[in-house]
């Protein structure tokens, strides 16, 4: 395949700029799916009303920058494990 579709599963790092990963992704391909899951096993991201307020504001600006690429960034919530 030529050109494969990518899946690139954000985590913690949630940079669009100096994201290895992200570089690495767009080397291979130019079709790339972006998502980021809720986990619901991981506590830490809601601990805090701050914390919460922040991952929240980082996902909606990522968001944003790949609207401006002309794509959007997928969210869901669950367990990434299953």
Excluded: C, Q
């Excluded at 307020?53 to 960034?73: C, H, I, T, V």
């Amino acid at each position: 395949m030529e050109h494969p579709r990518i899946l690139f599963w954000y985590r913690k790092d949630l940079r669009v700029n100096d994201n290895k990963a992200l570089i690495k992704a767009f080397a291979l391909s130019k079709a790339i799916t972006s998502i980021y899951i809720f986990d619901e096993t991981y506590p830490y991201d809601f601990n805090s009303k701050s914390r919460s307020w922040f991952l929240g504001e980082s996902l909606k600006e990522l968001n944003e920058n790949w609207e401006k690429a002309g794509s959007r960034l997928l969210i869901e919530k669950g367990s990434p494990y299953i």
